[in-house]
């Protein structure tokens, strides 16, 4: 059977955002593309079989594979490209929107992020090493990590607590000569069921008495294998282990870690959240798109099987099937533009500059996914929540993104004040126009007439 | 009261779409800004006054104040600003991406279209006679409706038939030696009820027994005061009447127009109405976002009011309030970038290249606004219905857009036919990485084991 | 052609409210729908043109057909069915129920309710006469009410503040005498534009320094032509005036009533207008659902029309509107069973016993109207929004309904405050199941492992 | 702490169905509750603990506590309430109403329905017996159910067609003397994981060439045991595989049963499960109910959760929250009334006679669980997506209502279909209106004048 080929990944870059993509980015794209089609996705059935099945098994496995991908990434030069080059020299060089556009193309396989060292959250660890940490942190955990060598976690949210509010964060750090002593408890730990994950970095409440809220807080550095540590279970998504990274819950009983681990001095914990969450956000909503393409793709071949047809047409001559093809086409395209757009606006100034941007991203993107996945899965009767589909697990991962980093109701606070702050100025604009209109009411020779004025009755 | 002052309409272009907008577009856009603001919003107020009151009245009215806006618009350069300098040399210069941002703000008042001299119907007449007219045609006609001297309208949809498929226009044009003679009936008409609108642009069928339906039909050029034309009647949108502009209903009863009046020939109809509708979408797109941010102000602004406080509290310390702001700026910001990329995509090819995405803002434009409004409705209570506000005038114009230039559900199933014809491409992709992944399971001596296989039980 | 007829009014009472609905009732139902079908629909139009053109014929026209309608009304026993049995002797002897099923009838027609009685605001007004009122009052006031002699208004919201929140209304009355000084502002006084609205049953603080702000209000009676008062303008409706009833601006300036018009007594305004806003929400309802049954009726012939064949398909051919007209039969029956529960509610106890039933039914019918209105609007293209169909004129005052009576976000928070108090004994109950369930896994000798423990790695 | 208590079972029977529900009923209905409450909810930790942990453990395993469950049910006379009376002499002597109400109970627990003997695929698969067995049939297989010996799956749908469209079943059925001989493949035959799974009652092709594509099916019993059925696989549903219970995948390779285990006889299979899937449907739907009263249960509780307080204020003084349990609300009342209405129109009549109304419920249902169950997710953060709650699970089991027994697209369609066939009733009668319109207008010797006529000009 012949068919128009379809485009290459850049040639689907949105117009709108070809300017901002250097000739060497285009290129490097459509690499990623055939990277991740011709070796990744076809090596995420040998990663799941390589994981086995008992849980004791599944978070001590290392599957084979992604040491195999990771070497052809290397040798392609794609390894490290999250790390944007206007802020970072150790990465492969690319702005936060060329590597967004890549990071669609990488959220299509479950391999493709971990080969090309791309992985959350190994990515904002990174980033917090390069761009907060001291010459001895970056040589012992930034090296072996842009590397791949090890993999790493960051550990926030607590169990006892509203952690949607980072102010609440419990774990307490005490000084004690030169060392901080940590206790508390931390779970939804990402990353941290990985055999291979050997550092988490770690916030916790250094100055609990601090009248500013947002100087409590500090982050810093522990070896995964200090005393004291405990990872005491994985959470599980909807039915879902996520082996064999997981999400950990992990306590902390008088664990010693030296001062010269604290990043960036005490009480700044905030302050590196918040650059470490914005391009991460970015990342996740780009690999969400990629996710919402492969659904509308599953979509698109599901109403074109020709073994599907229910009352007896194809999917594809049912009406409501083609308006929700079409309705997934429009919330992707939005979607990204709302990504490109952030990435933009963090490459152009920082994650802080780009907050608005960010928000809406965070909120939106998810959304477009989940919506697609929903109508994908429906189109694919009950074999889309089975393991016969990738489509459940998808939507499990997908769900959780309207709730880390963040939940959706937060990011809507911040941006609906953040917009109600304008009333002010938006006020006095919209008195001077009214003040401007009674004048020129005035000049005309018109009084301001109701048109449903009674009082000629 | 002091405040940070507002962002310029410059300084708020998004920053993905900054390097396709010039220097001088950037300057364009804050005297376009200014102009808006301070002239044609406080004279929207004059407009109403100087309409009348009876429909008699109404729809012979040619209020005062818009010549004398249309007279400081050129003065300032702010004249014909909708033609594209890429496909015509008789407009201002911008580009679609360019106007498209200036007609956001136009979209903020009910006479800075028109006082721009950029207002639908006019805007895509003229391009029709700027791109497909004669030289004849051109001096007759275009040369007075960019210079705002007459006005004009264009007659597609018709009463009986279902006109979202425009195969089905049955107005019958039959040739008589060197006339058309012209029998049937219009509706939807909009613009012709001014008593400025001296010409019709009037699609019918010319050849109805031409086997392929695209062929049937033709666009011929009618001047208003031809013998057999009658104006019956205006149609209401909601309660409104849109005076003087007006949507007609019109008979023709043996129209006799010359052959040089027919535009690109017999049969070249749907080839022009392609090429025309098109720029406008965007037009219409871009005046809706910029309806929306006009909605989203009056929001902020009611939230901000310190004399509506239900419960104890300001409308804006109610977190449901918050909650829609921000919401509604998310759908405001999404379909921003969704416009600006078709027009864009427009500026590098044409309207049909750029037809996916003039689909896609086509929908989602309106949704955003019509739920921006309902949303700014609400928090307005009784009054956002009245005619106290804007709102309710606005929600009538914009529920029309899901219906005019094609209803929504005609683009939905273009859109979506067009993704569903990737099928045979997407699922030999598919077949291709599940070839691939049998081959490196075999190689890893792997077998694919379910993982909810019974074989061991 | 020959088809099945359509089931009667009384065969479609839904199984669930047969029990409730009385033998008579069962008949005078069809009666009801003869009436409305036969006289009152057709009847519709002659109210229309005799209702005139300009602002004040409209609001001075009484137009005759009314009159007729309310004679044959009489004649077949359709009188003030509105007032229930078991609360009151006045009316036909119907529960709330039964007149409910009986309201979305006459929710069809906009000449219906006034010709049997049952209109807004009067039926809510002869109520607070029936229940609170002195004999004097009811034999000045009800008696002519009862009659179809005169209407009525009732004069809450005012213009200048947050209305949703009746603690907040301001009209000034003051003791003088034995009189009552009324001073302040109202609008939506809706009825107030009809010539015949003879009395205003008007709220205003009357104790503005009570500590219980629900002592502050009181209900007094203001006849029409009291001087003082002045009728300003109407309000529109997106844009319909909704003549000859109207939505009235007042002004009251030193109005003067006697202490005898007071009614319950000063103080008792909460008392009498939550007494009185439950029954006529339920009114509001269930024509509301009679007004989406005519929508889905409208929507049904449309998809019916063979002239309507978009791409060559009738529209009942196209899945995406057979989808639609389903998911409006399903709001439709689902609302229309959410009413009926709350009128019984009503009826079994009273207004305040069926608090939340009532809330969810003013939050969801409106939902399920306008999502209907919106529909049908759709398939009939620019139709549904013209003065050809009553389409926008049923959505305007549709979308009035998620306002009036309290705004759906009071409506909200009332409902959830009440769901969340239940949250004590919800936890208590929770606690207990668990304290349970820890006893028996231990009784069982099991301990609760966490199926992802880490324990053993 | 001292609280009001909550409302019993029997005290929250809507209003509107209190006359169709016995004393009988009304007082076993707060015997359920106390058992599921006290008994059941307690019991599902030791259920699941009980399960043990590899799929062959899980899939073998008959948890004791259910055992003890049953044992304890019986005696308090609550086994096998799902048998109406109306239709059957073998059950409780309940209605389907009454049924309905006690399985919203059974829906808040994991154990609660087959405690009771009413679980889901035996209680459909009973009625089959019961309804349509013969005698030999009813003594082998429905007694031993009834008792709760033994237990059942119904093998309908397919691996390899669209099965929402029941006619393209293709399992084959051929006759060999008195024997059947069947080939072919099923999925989603839920409840064949159990152990104690006897019997398969299968539906196949019998007439293929039958021109009446509802003749060809029929439904046979197949012992679970019979030579040539292969169970390969269970299906997992989101990441859960529902062990002990479980949704198969089986084979049937020349597997022979005698044709006196054909139910009613050949090509009866559509009858068959027409009268079979319409009270399943309640029952699934009664059950949702219930799930979304514990999901919302589970919401009131969280946001009076005094350690949860992001941003200074506890979740339930967020307004946003308020909102979202006023819509839970709303949405679980009115899907309560929609599944009660259809409940009783199936006993009044039957399954079919209440297509329309089972229809409705099998849409709305699931919509308002997931919505319910998503809001309240959200509420928990990660927590609600993991193993510390049954949210994740609820949502998992609760997104397959969608697909199960016929997708909402299907149930649509007929709904919209059968609304559709109104069409000419409809039209007749609009016209007939119309019509005397017309003849009133003339009557009272008006025109019918359009409001925005253009005739005077």
Same mark, same amino acid.
């Given at each position: 059977?012949?068919? %128009?080929?379809?485009?290459? @990944? ?58 195999? /991908?990771? @070497? !052809?990434?290397?040798?392609?030069? /794609? ?26 193309? #990488? ?11 791309? @992985? ?11 761009? +907060? ?21 960051? #550990? ?18 005490? !000084? ?23 550092? +988490? ?15 409590? $807080? ?55 959240? $918040? ?37 007896? !047409? ?12 079409? =309705? ?26 780009? =907050? ?21 899965? $429906? ?15 998808? +939507? ?20 609906? %004040?953040?917009?109600?702050? !304008? ?16 004048? /020129?009411? =005035?000049?005309?020779?018109?009084? %301001? ?9």
């Amino acid at each position: 059977m012949s068919f %128009k080929p379809l485009p290459t @990944a850049s040639q689907r870059v949105p117009a709108i955002a070809r300017p901002h993509v250097s000739e060497r980015a285009m290129k490097t794209l459509d690499i990623v593309e055939k990277f991740v089609d011709e070796e990744c996705i076809p090596a995420d059935a040998v990663f799941a079989q390589q994981l086995g099945t008992t849980i004791s098994e599944r978070f001590s496995a290392h599957p084979a594979i992604i040491e195999d /991908l990771k @070497a !052809k990434a290397k040798k392609l030069g /794609l390894f490290n490209m999250f790390l944007p080059r206007n802020h970072f020299k150790e990465g492969a060089g690319f702005s936060n929107l060329e590597y967004g556009l890549m990071a669609e193309l #990488l959220g299509k396989s479950a391999t493709a992020s971990e080969a090309t060292n791309c @992985a959350a959250p190994d990515t904002g660890n990174m980033e917090v090493f390069a761009k +907060y940490g001291t010459e001895a942190q970056k040589r012992k955990w930034l090296d072996p990590l842009l590397n791949g060598d090890i993999r790493s976690a960051f #550990l926030m949210t607590e169990p006892d607590i509203a952690s949607s509010d980072a102010t609440n964060i419990q774990l307490r750090m005490k !000084k004690e000569g030169n060392d901080w002593i940590l206790n508390g408890s931390k779970w939804w730990s990402s990353g941290a069921g990985d055999p291979r994950c050997s550092v +988490y970095i770690t916030m916790g409440k250094s100055d609990p008495t601090n009248p500013d809220p947002y100087k409590q $807080q500090s982050v810093i550095i522990v070896p995964a294998d200090t005393p004291g540590v405990t990872v005491h279970r994985m959470l599980s998504v909807f039915g879902f282990d996520d082996a064999p990274h997981g999400h950990a819950q992990i306590s902390f009983n008088n664990v010693r870690v030296p001062d010269s681990n604290m990043v960036l001095g005490p009480g700044r914990g905030f302050e590196i959240i $918040q650059g470490r969450l914005g391009p991460g956000r970015i990342h996740h909503a780009m690999r969400s798109v990629g996710g919402a393409e492969k659904a509308l793709e599953l979509f698109v071949a599901r109403v074109n099987d020709n073994n599907k047809k229910p009352f007896g !047409k194809m999917l594809k001559e049912h009406g409501t099937m083609v308006e929700r093809i079409a =309705k997934s086409r429009i919330e992707i395209d939005a979607a990204r533009l709302i990504v490109c757009d952030a990435a933009i606006k963090i490459d152009e100034s920082d994650a802080k500059g780009a =907050k608005k941007e960010i928000a809406i991203a965070k909120i939106m993107v998810p959304e477009a996914l989940l919506n697609v996945l929903d109508r994908t899965i $429906q189109a694919y009767g009950a074999a889309g929540v089975s393991q016969d589909t990738p489509l459940a697990k998808m +939507y499990a991962n997908g769900r959780t993104m309207r709730i880390v980093d963040g939940p959706d109701e937060v990011h809507m606070m911040q941006l609906g %004040k953040s917009e109600i702050r !304008k009333g002010p100025a938006v006020m006095a604009k919209l008195a001077k126009a009214k003040a401007k209109s009674a004048e /020129l009411l =005035k000049a005309h020779g018109l009084a %301001k007439r109701d048109p449903l004025a009674m009082s000629k009755l």
